[in-house]
C-alpha cells in the first residue's frame, strides 16, 4: 500500500504519461513531414479510427467496474452485416438501421448475461462469444460483400461541420456523454466503487449485476453505431469488418490510464489516447510502414503504456531520496 | 485427497462421454467417417492441436492463459520454414528443434511480461500475439514459404506413417507423454496445481511462484513452436497473414472442454487428449455433415461457452476464483 499522497500523485499519472507521449509524437510526426502538424490533415486521419475511438469509450467503462469484453471487433461486424443484411433484401431503411442497433445492443445483452448472470469470467466468455460472433457474421454472408447502400448514405468522412469532419464529431459528442455518464452521475459512480472494491459495493447496496449488464449492453450499441459508421465510411460491409480491432480499442483504453484491474479510468484519458493512436499511426504510414509491421509498434505500446501507467515515484522515503517503483496490480 | 481424485476423474468422465456421444450421433448420421480414409484425416487434423494444448494446459493449470499461441505458432513455422529454404540439406529434426527452440523464446517473453512486469496475462499475449505477428511480416518480408521449397523427408511426415497413423500424430504423443508425467510426477507438476489453487498461499508455502509460472509460459511457446514446425510439415505452406490465424481458439476449446478448469488448479494431459479429440471430430464432421465450414468459428464459440458453463456448474475452478477476489478484497 502506498501512503495516500502517493496514491493521489499517482492518480494522475497515466494521463500525464499520455500529454507527454502525445507531444513527443507531434514532434516526430512534425520532424518527418512539415504537413504533419496540419489541423486538417490531422482531423481527417482521426476520421479512419473514429468508430475505435467511439468503442473504447464505453469498453473503457467495462474495464473501470473490473471486466472486459474482447468481443467488440465481432460485434462491430456483426452488426454491420446485419444491417447490410437488411439492407440487401430491401427492408426500410430505418427498420435496418434499427435492426443493426438492436442487434449491437442484444449481443452486448448476451456478454452481460453470461457473465453477470451465469457468473463466468468475462475474458474467455467474450473470446468465445467473439468467435461465434464472427462466425455468425461469416455464416450470414459468407464470401460476398454488400455495397448497395443508398447515395446519401455513403461518405460520412466527407461531411464537414465547421470545418471538423463528422465522424470526429459524434466521437468528441459521444466521449462529452460518456464523460457526464461516469464521471458526474450515481451511475458512473457505481461503475468506479464496483471496480474498486465489489464486496463494499454490494454491501452499499448497490445491485452489481444490473449495472455490469447495463455495460455490456451499451458496449454492444457503442459496436453497432462503430458498425454503422464503417458501412458509411467504406460503403461496403464483408464479414471480416473490423478484424483485430478489439487491439486497437483496448489499447486506446488502456493507453488512457483505464487499469485493467478496475476502478481506475477516465473517459479524458481514453479521449487522449484516442488521439495518440491517431498520431503514431499516420505517422508510420507517412514512415511508409506496412500494416502488418505496425501490430509491432502497438503490440509494444500496449505493453509499455502499462508498465509506465504503473510507474509512481514515491517521495517518503527513508532516507529522502525520491524513488521509481512498479506498483502491482 | 481421495475427492480431489474422484472429483478429477468425474471432470474427465464429462469429456468422455462428451466425445462418446459425438461418435454415437455420427456413427447414426455418417457412417462414412469410420472409413480408413476418413480415420487418417482425423488422425491429420488433431495433432497440431494436441501439442499445443499439452503447453497452454501447463498455463491454465497455473492460472493464466496464453492467447499468443496462433502467432507463436506461425513465427515457428515461419523460421523453420526459411531455414529449410536458405540452408540446403538441413536435416528435418534440426528444423524441429529450431522450431520448438523460437516457440520456447517467444514463451520468455510471454513469462518477462507476465511474471517480471506482472501484466495481466490476456493483456500481454494479447499485446505478444500482434508483436509476434508483425515479426512473422518483418522477417518474411510478406512472401510464403512454399512446398517445392520444402525438402520431401518433411512433407512425408504428413504423407507417411506407421500403418494408418502419420507420423505427424507419432510425434505428437510426445508433448501428449511429456504433459502427463510432468502434471502427476513431478515437483513442477505439484507446483502448478497448488499455484493455480491459491497462488497466495503457494507463495506463503515458499514455492517459485514467478518461476514456475514463468516456465509453464516458455514450455506453452515450445509446445506451439513445435506445432509450428508440424504445419510446416503438414500443409507444405506458410502463408504470413494466415498462419495460425484462430488457433488459439481450437486449442483453448480443446483445454476448456477437455475439463481443466479456467480458474486454475485443475485439469489433466488425459482430458485435454479427449478435448482435442472432441474439437477433431467437430472439425472432420463437418464436411461429411454437409455442414459448410463458415459454420465452424459458431460452433468452436458454441463450445467454449458451454464448457464454461459446465465448468460452472461443476463448481470448478470458478467458486475459487471468486473466493480468492472476496479475500483479497
Partial sequence: ?329 | MWRVRSALLRREAGAAAAVGLAIAGLALAAPRFFDIATVQIFLLAIPLVLAASMGELLVVIARQVDISIGSILALSAMIAGMAFRDIAGLPVWAGFVLGTSVGAAAGLVNAVLVNGLRINSIIATLATLNVFRGIVFVISGGHQISADQLPAGLLALAQTGFGVVPWLALIAIAPFAIAHVVLVHTSLGRHLFAIGSNPDAARLRGLPVGRTTGLAFVLSGAAAGLAGVMYVARFGVVNPSSAGVGFELSVIAAVIVGGVSIGGGVGSATGALLGVGLIGIVQVALPMLNVSHVWQGVIFGFIVICALLVDRLTQGGLSRLTRSSGASA
Fill in chain 1, 1 to 329: 500500500m502506498t501512503d495516500r499522497s502517493a496514491s493521489i500523485a499517482a492518480s494522475w499519472a497515466p494521463e500525464i504519461v499520455v500529454g507527454f507521449l502525445i507531444v513527443c509524437a507531434l514532434a516526430a510526426g512534425a520532424l518527418m513531414s512539415p504537413n504533419f502538424l496540419d489541423a486538417t490533415f490531422l482531423l481527417d486521419a482521426g476520421t479512419l479510427y473514429a468508430e475505435l475511438g467511439l468503442v473504447a469509450l464505453t469498453t473503457t467503462m467495462v474495464i473501470v467496474s473490473g471486466e472486459i469484453d474482447l468481443s467488440v471487433a465481432s460485434m462491430i461486424a456483426l452488426s454491420a452485416c446485419i444491417f447490410a443484411v437488411c439492407v440487401d433484401a430491401q427492408v426500410p431503411f430505418a427498420v435496418s438501421v434499427a435492426a443493426g442497433l438492436a442487434s449491437g445492443a442484444l449481443m452486448g445483452l448476451v456478454n452481460g448475461l453470461l457473465v453477470v448472470g451465469c457468473g463466468l469470467p468475462s475474458l474467455i466468455t467474450t473470446i468465445g462469444t467473439a468467435a461465434f460472433f464472427r462466425g455468425l457474421a461469416d455464416v450470414l454472408l459468407g464470401d460476398r460483400s454488400v455495397t448497395d447502400f443508398p447515395a446519401w448514405w455513403i461518405g460520412i468522412d466527407d461531411v464537414a461541420i465547421l470545418g471538423i469532419p463528422a465522424p470526429v464529431l459524434i466521437l468528441a459528442a459521444a466521449a462529452a456523454l460518456a464523460a457526464v455518464l461516469l464521471h458526474a452521475t450515481v451511475f458512473g459512480r457505481r461503475v468506479v466503487l464496483i471496480g474498486v472494491n465489489a464486496s463494499a459495493a454490494r454491501y452499499a447496496g448497490i445491485g452489481i449485476g444490473g449495472v455490469k449488464t447495463w455495460l455490456f449492453a451499451l458496449n454492444g450499441l457503442a459496436c453497432a453505431v462503430a458498425g454503422l459508421m464503417m458501412s458509411s465510411r467504406l460503403g461496403v460491409v464483408r464479414h471480416d469488418l473490423a478484424s483485430g480491432a478489439e487491439l486497437q480499442i483496448i489499447l486506446i483504453a488502456i493507453v488512457g490510464g483505464t487499469s485493467v484491474a478496475g476502478g481506475r479510468g477516465t473517459i479524458g484519458g481514453t479521449f487522449a489516447a484516442f488521439w495518440l493512436l491517431v498520431l503514431i499511426q499516420t505517422g508510420m504510414i507517412l514512415a511508409d510502414i506496412g500494416i502488418e509491421r505496425q501490430l509491432i509498434v502497438l503490440g509494444a505500446t500496449l505493453v509499455v503504456a502499462i508498465i509506465a501507467s504503473r510507474l509512481s515515484i514515491e517521495p517518503a522515503t527513508k532516507n529522502g531520496v525520491p524513488r521509481l517503483t512498479l506498483r502491482r496490480i
